[in-house]
Structure formats: structure tokens, C-alpha cells
């Protein structure tokens, strides 16, 4: 397992389209192992394969910091309500922006073994698969922020 390179706004990786995975391979279960290692050693709830330079449909989620989910293949089938609030993502870092997107939604994809399941998300679970599907198919959230991109600050804690 190792931490990879997160692209960055800019890299033209994060502009394409991805292909979808036909078989789980261990080059592939690497894969997920590292984007889920990167992906919390960057503090971040969601990573998608071309953010760490694979042109593949693969999504790594957990809003919790201990339920992780594996997307492969994500299909978005429904979506209802809406939310507005701040999002950020690891290739835009510093910055953040306050974006609509859906309250609930229900995908279908494939888990590690290449089974076929449904995931139903509301809030920010909600927000991190419609974030990482975009970023399958080369959109950034920066294209429907609302208003200017801010810069995120963290304030360090003394104690």
C-alpha cells in the first residue's frame, strides 16, 4: 500500500472521461488499497481514479472514517431534495465554494468482487458520490460553484 500523487486542477487527466473496469485484477485491489491510503492521509472523504492518474471508473468514499465504500462502475439511478453548502475537493486544494447538489442519492455499481450492489446516500454521503461520479467524467466541482471559490484555512489547534 502507498500513498500516490493527487493530481491537481489543471493536470488534463481530471478532464477526461474514464473506462469502466471489466474484471478485478490485484494491479486493481493496489489500486483501491492506495486511493483509500491516499485519500486519508489528505484528510479527504472521496477519491476517484483519474485524481490519482487512472482513467478508470473506480471511487473510494468514507464520510465517517469507518464505513468505506468501493465504487466500480457507478451509475447514478435516482436522485431527490437538494442541498447547498461548502465542498472542496483534493485536487483543488486550499479552496472551496458553495455548490447545490442532490439530498439522496441511490447508485448501482460493482464492490471488490465485482458484485453488482445498490448504495443509497443522503447529505454528505449524498454529496461525495455525486462529487467522485463527476469526476469519472471529467468534471470538477469548481463548474458549478455558486459564486467565487474561496481559500479554506484550518486553524491548528495548541492544545
Known amino acids: 500500500m502507498a500513498i500516490r500523487k493527487i493530481r491537481t486542477q489543471g493536470d488534463s487527466i481530471l478532464a477526461k472521461e474514464c473506462r469502466k473496469i471489466e474484471k478485478m485484477t490485484p494491479k486493481l485491489q493496489e489500486l483501491i488499497d492506495d486511493m483509500f491510503d491516499t485519500m486519508y492521509d489528505a484528510y479527504g472523504v472521496g477519491l476517484a481514479g483519474p485524481q490519482v492518474g487512472m482513467l478508470k471508473q473506480i471511487v473510494v468514499i468514507d464520510t465517517t472514517g469507518d464505513d468505506p465504500h468501493v465504487l466500480i462502475n457507478p ?85
Open 75 to 159: 451509475e447514478i439511478l435516482e436522485t431527490s431534495g437538494s442541498q447547498t453548502g461548502d465542498e472542496g475537493c483534493l485536487s483543488v486544494p486550499g479552496m472551496s465554494g458553495t455548490v447545490t447538489r442532490p439530498n439522496y442519492v441511490k447508485v448501482k455499481a460493482l464492490n471488490e468482487n465485482m458484485e453488482e450492489f445498490i448504495l443509497e446516500g443522503e447529505e454528505l454521503l449524498a454529496r461525495a458520490i455525486c462529487h467522485e461520479v463527476d469526476h469519472l467524467h471529467g468534471r470538477l466541482y469548481t463548474e458549478l460553484v455558486e459564486g467565487e471559490l474561496r481559500r479554506t484555512s484550518y486553524e491548528e489547534d495548541d492544545e
